[in-house]
């Protein structure tokens, strides 16, 4: 039974490294496939609409040559507030990537179905945006986290 006991450790222990190995290789594959980083494209093209609270059409902004790149010390702090309440309330404790957000979230969608919850940060959001494509795929959430 101890010896039993030890070979199904073993296999475990042996298992978990073949998956962690698989992983990693995986995250290259898609960081190697992922378009190279630019800073230009982090500049926004899509024209920002404003809403009111009934969801009427307020005014859209287009982002020719009028728009500005704002020093984060500038906005002020409710707007900051604001964004962070309702896209990354832990933006300030993370980094680039939310871990306890994206293992609760790999929780939620293996019970839930692929999809189910989202963890990207506001920083994933602007990756996706600039550089990426809508799709909800791991290769997408992988070439996030590389770029």
Not at 70 to 99: C, S, W
Not at 104 to 129: C, E, H, M, R, Y
């Amino acid at each position: 039974v101890k010896r039993t006991i030890i070979k199904i450790i073993g296999f475990m222990i042996i298992a978990f490294f073949v998956l962690l190995l698989l992983g990693i290789l995986l995250f290259a594959y898609y960081a190697w496939k992922a378009p190279a980083f630019s800073e230009s494209k982090l500049d926004d093209p899509i024209p920002a609409k404003i809403y009111d609270k009934n969801g009427e059409l307020v005014k859209t902004l287009d982002n020719g040559q009028r728009h500005e790149h704002v020093n984060i010390k500038d906005v002020p702090k409710d707007m900051k507030n604001a964004v962070l309440a309702t896209e990354d309330n832990r933006f300030y404790q993370h980094g680039a990537l939310d871990y306890k957000r994206l293992f609760g979230a790999i929780g939620k969608n293996l019970t839930g179905g692929f999809g189910s919850q989202g963890a990207s940060t506001l920083t994933q959001q602007v990756v996706k945006d600039s550089f990426l494509t809508q799709q909800k795929s791991i290769g997408r959430k992988a070439q996030e986290a590389y770029l």
